[in-house]
């Protein structure tokens, strides 16, 4: 994982339009062939003429389709993989042969869903295009004419459907597409003797079906001849559609099936110079893309085709894509997560879908999106135990296809220092965890993420335990002091000739060490103490609370006299000296160590035991 990116056939360009494309494709590929990132790279790797000619067109008109047809997709997956053919002929091999077969229902659907001559004819009275074909306007005719003489038989109908709905306006009938199905399975239901109703239903039904006869044998037809007439194209144009793309061109509804493989030959192969759709990358391709006005906070610039296709040959195919990016969240729209690493970004869009659908089984619908996003992102960080970049990261949203309306593009980076600190297994397991602060639990790595102080929540949650127990993770607390210590430590004015950065590994570093010094301090504490310590801890607490440094290191040395253990007594009060008292940035996180030890009791929390303060 990480690192060999630039040597795999598919990888990010640096615009999040033409990446979100990208990873629509890896998406595409993934829920209909089953296939992952790593294995759709292999297979680019091995023939990508195959991929782009044969497999992608299938994949992405099967789901356009809707269809559910799964051992369609075996038989494709496997004339593809035997084929040679290349290029077009590959892709008119699939067009005809499996495109053609996905999408048979829905055509046959949207033929037959025309419950009215009228529908299919023109101002002039002439049969539109797309319905060009004499005996389907007749037998359309003859259906609408005898659902008409139904209407004598309204109450019996109305009886049958058991609701109440007007079925007629006038003489001219109201029955739709599903109606008709209903009455058929009821109507072979029904054991009555033979009348008037009944007869001039089943008239109207068997005109129905023999309808519904004719379209699939003109549609079976189409696919094994592998072609219509041009005069034909309209007729048997593929039933796509997209809200998203509006009229681009296959799915503009005055491109027939002739026209549709074109485009889509076209498309595939990067010719810009086919259509002016295909020339540039703005409004014209959809109303989704902005002007660099409307992006203030992401890198976006106007995009010019011809210098993108010497780099992106198949940069159509990922711009088609650009939905298949996106995960749907309820409530909250589609969102899609963003970093500059393909990988990295399949792996965390694959984890955010996993939650949003673990919250849809739950009936969750009040979805936090920054925590379940940045869950994601730790997930796969501990998964996979790579180091990605984490500063360059975005959540775009939109609400609705339809209007293509933008939410915006939320940058969620987190700077150098936060990364450095998120990217430590150790570190990060131990902030990844939610405390009781009051009537609520807080998410310390989400607040370490908002960059948000840890002091204040470790502080009221101790308060909270003192009250009503119990306490949280001891090596939970400490880590949190520790890491807001060194963030207050980063904070104050540097010397004029420190280094500008800082090494990740230091910064590490010392909190490790931040967190040994409070934990060896917090056992000692503890331990001189003993069963007197609970008496402490209001004093202490209030000094805190009050910011009082000289009065907090008092109390304790004062109590301090009393305790036995010379080196105990060393070492701690080495520790008022250096880490309270000489401590201006941080002072409270080392003093709230000492209270940890006091509410939470003398078990060890850490690692080795060592160290001294002096």
Request: aromatic letters at 12%.
């Amino acid at each position: 994982m990480g690192g060999g990116e630039m040597d795999e056939p598919l990888r990010f360009t640096g615009n999040w339009f033409i990446d979100a494309g990208i990873l629509g494709f890896v998406n595409l590929m993934e829920e209909v062939y089953g296939w992952d990132l790593t294995k759709l790279q292999e297979k680019l790797r091995e023939d990508p003429g195959k991929v782009y000619y044969g497999y992608f067109p299938f994949a992405y008109f099967y789901k356009l389709s809707g269809s559910e047809k799964r051992n369609l997709i075996k038989k494709a997956l496997k004339e593809i993989e035997q084929s040679n053919e290349k290029g077009k002929r590959l892709l008119e091999k699939v067009w005809w042969n499996f495109i053609v077969e996905a999408f048979k229902d829905k055509w046959i659907t949207w033929k037959l869903g025309k419950m009215h001559e009228k529908e299919i004819l023109d101002k002039k009275g002439k049969l539109k295009p797309e319905y060009n074909d004499e005996k389907y306007r007749e037998l359309i005719r003859r259906r609408e004419e005898a659902l008409n003489k139904l209407k004598k038989c309204e109450s019996y109908i109305q009886s049958i459907f058991g609701k109440r709905k007007k079925f007629f306006d006038g003489e001219k009938h109201k029955f739709t597409l599903e109606d008709l199905e209903f009455l058929k399975d009821t109507i072979l239901q029904r054991h009555e003797k033979s009348d008037d109703c009944l007869r001039l239903i089943e008239e109207a039904l068997k005109i129905h079906k023999e309808l519904k006869e004719y379209l699939k044998t003109l549609w079976e037809k189409v696919r094994v001849d592998h072609g219509v007439l041009a005069d034909k194209s309209r007729f048997f144009r593929i039933p796509v559609d997209s809200s998203f793309y509006k009229n681009y061109l296959f799915f503009n509804y005055s491109k027939g099936i002739l026209e549709q493989l074109e485009d889509t030959w076209n498309l595939i192969e990067g010719n810009a110079e086919y259509s002016e759709y295909l020339s540039k990358i703005d409004k014209t391709l959809s109303k989704f893309l902005p002007s660099d006005s409307e992006f203030p906070n992401i890198s976006y610039t106007p995009l010019r085709v011809a210098p993108l296709l010497k780099q992106l040959p198949h940069l159509f195919v990922y711009l088609l894509n650009f939905l298949n990016a996106f995960t749907s969240i309820p409530s909250v729209g589609r969102v899609f997560f963003y970093s500059g690493d393909l990988e990295f970004t399949y792996y965390v869009n694959k984890r955010l879908k996993t939650f949003v659908e673990q919250a849809s089984k739950e009936d969750n619908k009040n979805i936090n999106l920054f925590k379940i996003t940045w869950q994601a992102v730790i997930d796969i960080l501990v998964e996979y135990k790579s180091k990605w970049a984490l500063e360059n990261m975005y959540l775009v949203q939109y609400r609705k296809v339809q209007q293509q309306d933008l939410i915006g593009v939320e940058y969620i980076g987190i700077p150098k220092l936060h990364a450095s600190i998120l990217l430590d297994d150790t570190i990060r397991d131990a902030l990844n965890t939610s405390i009781r602060v009051g009537d609520e639990r807080k998410w310390l790595l989400e607040e370490f993420l908002k960059q948000k102080p840890l002091y204040p929540l470790v502080q009221m949650h101790l308060w909270t335990s003192i009250k009503t127990g119990p306490i949280a993770s001891l090596r939970t607390l400490l880590y949190a002091l520790a890491v807001d210590a060194k963030l207050k430590e980063r904070a104050k004015p540097e010397p004029v000739f420190k280094p500008i950065f800082e090494n990740p590994d230091r910064v590490v570093q010392d909190i490790r060490e931040f967190y040994e010094a409070m934990n060896i301090a917090r056992l000692n504490i503890s331990r001189a103490l003993g069963e007197e310590r609970k008496r402490y801890i209001h004093p202490l607490f209030s000094a805190l609370r009050k910011h009082n440094r000289n009065a907090f290191v008092n109390i304790l040395l004062k109590a301090l006299t009393k305790a036995k253990e010379k080196e105990t007594i060393k070492y701690l009060t080495g520790y008022l000296i250096n880490r309270i008292l000489l401590n201006d940035p941080a002072w409270e996180d080392f003093a709230l160590a000492l209270l940890v030890g006091l509410v939470g009791g003398g078990s060890y929390a850490g690692s080795r035991m060592e160290s001294s303060e002096d």
